[in-house]
């Protein structure tokens, strides 16, 4: 079973940026595809982003396109999800999850998932 820790949230102001990361326990690129989903108290979870396992693309909710990128370090079995930009619709509890292919991803079909990290984006 794969461990997902998720770090790296924190309170912001608008227009700010933050940086997550996520720690697999095991190599994850080139077995699963890898993304992120948020959860804000009554809102439905929303996958922003996703590095596919078959072709390293990567794919983003319209909602965060053009602000936020992902990118992985392999060797330290990491994923970053940097958010540039930041709205206070951005405020919510932000998960690393497994999910092949991306697609399946994107339907909210995780095979594992961590215990989340806090964004708040707030004047």
């Known amino acids: 079973q794969v461990q997902l820790v998720e770090s790296g949230g924190d309170l912001v102001q608008p227009g700010g940026s933050l940086r997550l990361s996520c720690t697999a326990s095991?190599?994850?690129?080139?077995?699963?595809?890898i993304g992120w989903f948020r959860q804000a108290p009554g809102k439905e979870q929303e996958v922003v982003s996703c590095?596919?396992?078959?072709?390293?693309?990567?794919y983003y909710a319209d909602s965060v396109k053009g602000r936020f990128s992902m990118s992985f370090d392999n060797a330290k079995n990491k994923v970053y999800l940097q958010m540039n930009n930041l709205e206070p619709r951005d405020t919510a509890v932000y998960y690393c999850a497994t999910g092949s292919p991306c697609s399946r991803l994107f339907l909210k079909r995780y095979d594992f998932w961590g215990q989340g990290t806090q964004v708040t984006v707030s004047s």
């Open positions: 095991e190599p994850i690129l080139g077995y699963y595809a």
């Open positions: 590095i596919s396992n078959n072709d390293g693309g990567t």
